[in-house]
């Protein structure tokens, strides 16, 4: 069923397909509410939340139907997920849940995550945003699993910082909370430090405020997609016999897609410029002579 009744701690999952996001949910309500697929084939349809049972009755997780690495998403699923959101209240985190096997974002989770920030255009989105690795086992020394999870967030931290420059044109250095947990272990098998790392996340959801409770009237989400678009312009501003100056602008544009599917750019910008000089090649001599 359906329902936020009692809801305290509202959790948005996000993720490739097969990376465990259904799984993930189960695990966190500690109920099979979600259908779980096995394979590459899309299992969760459409964005749809439950509350956990007993003392996680006041926790709700909404899953999304897994984004493909590349191609379009699909328009429906995102129509639906975007109607969906905007009828809930309460939401706390964005959870990017990635497949410890993962190197890189996938561009298709980068988009996500813009669509994401524009539907809760709030002044501190980034501080709601954080990644939950599945499968990451622990049947290993402490020290190797410490070196992989080093390893995981010296690689991802930077792919974050440089979409939050993308979305936003922020440059908070924010450090994401990570959490680690395997989704895999044999049942009746310790898995004490994913539970842990679950309790962890729920902890730090709980203090965050609601993401719709921050929302500025002014800030209404206006946009389904922005892409930024960049080009060269070269301007000549100096030219002489020896050689020509140029100044070489790198601009940029934003182009927006809204919700009804209208088109519009911003202005070209200019976001840099450096000068170049060229000399130019000596004049080759006509041959003639000239009788004195």
């Not at 749809?48 to 899953?63: A, E, Q, T």
């Not at 000549?236 to 601009?251: G, M, P, S, T």
């Not at 000089?277 to 000596?282: F, G, L």
């Amino acid at each position: 069923m359906n329902t936020q009744q009692g809801k305290e701690t509202s959790l948005l999952l996000i993720g490739g397909i097969g990376d465990g996001k259904s799984s993930l949910g189960n695990f966190i309500l500690e109920n099979n509410s979600f259908v779980v697929g096995y394979g590459s084939e899309p299992t969760t349809q459409e964005t749809i939340g439950y509350n956990g049972r007993y003392d996680k009755s006041n926790v709700f997780v909404i899953d999304t139907p897994g984004i493909q690495e590349s191609g379009e998403m699909d328009e429906n699923k995102l129509n639906q997920m975007i109607d969906y959101l905007k009828e809930q209240e309460g939401t706390k985190a964005v959870i990017i849940v990635l497949n410890f096997n993962t190197e890189i974002l996938s561009e298709n989770i980068k988009r996500m995550v813009k669509l994401l920030c524009n539907i809760f255009p709030v002044d501190d989105f980034w501080k709601h945003v954080c990644i939950v690795w599945t499968n990451c086992s622990y049947n290993k020394s402490e020290n190797e699993v410490e070196e992989q999870i080093k390893t995981k967030k010296d690689k991802i931290n930077p792919e974050l910082l440089n979409l939050i420059k993308e979305t936003t044109r922020d440059e908070e250095d924010i450090e994401f909370p990570m959490f680690f947990v395997d989704l895999q272990s044999d049942e009746g098998c310790d898995n004490t430090k994913s539970e842990n790392e679950i309790k962890n996340l729920l902890n730090w959801a709980y203090y965050l405020t609601p993401l719709d409770k921050k929302r500025s009237e002014k800030n209404t989400p206006k946009y389904k997609k922005v892409e930024p678009q960049e080009k060269e312009q070269t301007e000549i501003i100096e030219v002489n016999d020896d050689y020509i100056k140029l100044r070489i602008y790198r601009i940029e544009r934003e182009k927006r897609t809204g919700f009804d599917g209208e088109i519009t750019y911003t202005e070209w910008k200019v976001i840099s410029y450096q000068d170049k000089t060229e000399v130019k090649p000596p004049q080759k001599s006509s041959g003639k002579c000239v009788v004195m």
